[in-house]
C-alpha cells in the first residue's frame, strides 16, 4: 500500500509539472504574439508617416514665389524646408527619403526644375538625412526637446545649403547657363535672400512641430519610434 501511495504521488508530481511547463510555454508564446503585433503595428504606422511625410514634402513646394535672377536662374521664397527637415526629426535619418522624393515629385511637375529633379532627390534627401541624424535614437526621437530638434533642423539646413549653393554654382550657372566664373558666382548673391528667408522659416516652424506632433502622438498612445 505504501508503495502503491508513493507510486501515486509520483505520477501526480510529474502530471502537475507537466501542466505547469505547459503554461509556461502558453504564456511565453502569448508574450512573443503580443510583442510581434506590437513591432507589426509601429512599422505600419512608421511607414504610413514616412508615406504622408513624402505627400506633405510634395505639396508644400507649391506653397513658393519664384523669381527670375537677372544674370541667369532663379531663386525662391519657399515654405517647403519646413516639411523637409520635419520628416528627419520625426523619423530619423530615413526621414531623407520623404524630403528627397516628395521635393524630386515636385519637380517633375514643375518645367523650371523638372530636368534637375535627381539633383533634388540628393540635395533635399540630404537635408532631411541631417536632421534625422541628430534624432538617430528611438528614445529622442520618442521624447524630443526643442533644443535638440533645432539643432537637427539646423544640421540639416546648414547640410543643405552647402550642396544647393554648389549645385546652383556648378550646375545651374556654369553648366546649363553657360555663365563666366565670375557671374556664376554673382547669382550666388541672388540667391542669399531667399535662402535666408528659407532657413530662417524652417528653423522656426519644423522643432515646434516636432514637439507638438510627438506630444500628440504620446497623449493618443501611438509609439512611433
Known amino acids: 500500500a505504501f508503495l502503491r501511495n508513493l507510486t501515486l504521488l509520483y505520477f501526480l508530481s510529474l502530471a502537475f509539472e507537466s501542466r505547469s511547463v505547459r503554461r ?8 512573443k504574439e503580443v510583442f510581434s503585433m506590437r513591432s507589426r503595428s509601429n512599422s505600419t504606422l512608421k511607414i504610413a508617416v514616412l508615406a504622408m511625410m513624402t505627400a506633405l514634402v510634395f505639396a508644400s513646394n507649391y506653397l513658393r514665389i519664384t ?14 524646408n519646413i516639411m523637409c527637415c520635419l520628416s528627419g526629426l520625426l523619423l530619423g535619418p530615413i526621414g531623407g527619403l520623404a524630403s528627397g522624393l516628395g521635393s ?10 523638372v ?7 540628393l540635395t533635399k534627401g540630404a537635408m532631411g538625412l541631417g536632421a534625422g541624424l541628430v534624432m538617430w535614437n528611438a528614445s529622442h526621437r520618442e521624447e524630443p526637446t526643442y533644443p ?21 554654382y556648378f550646375y545651374n550657372a556654369l553648366l546649363v ?3 563666366a566664373p565670375a557671374a556664376a558666382l554673382l547669382t550666388l548673391y541672388a540667391k542669399i535672400p531667399a535662402s535666408i528667408f528659407n532657413s530662417v522659416i524652417a528653423l522656426v516652424a519644423a522643432p515646434l512641430l516636432c514637439v507638438l506632433i510627438r506630444t500628440a502622438l504620446k497623449r493618443s498612445h501611438l509609439k512611433l519610434a
Open 24 to 31: 509556461y510555454n502558453q504564456g511565453k508564446e502569448k508574450t
Open 67 to 80: 523669381m527670375p535672377i537677372a544674370i541667369g536662374g532663379n531663386t525662391s521664397f519657399t515654405l517647403a
Open 104 to 113: 524630386a515629385l515636385y519637380d517633375l511637375t514643375n518645367p523650371l526644375f
Open 115 to 121: 530636368s534637375e529633379c535627381w539633383l533634388t532627390f
Open 148 to 168: 535638440r530638434c533645432l539643432s537637427g533642423a539646423a544640421l540639416g539646413c546648414v547640410i543643405y545649403y552647402i550642396l544647393y549653393f554648389a549645385k546652383s
Open 177 to 179: 547657363e553657360g555663365l
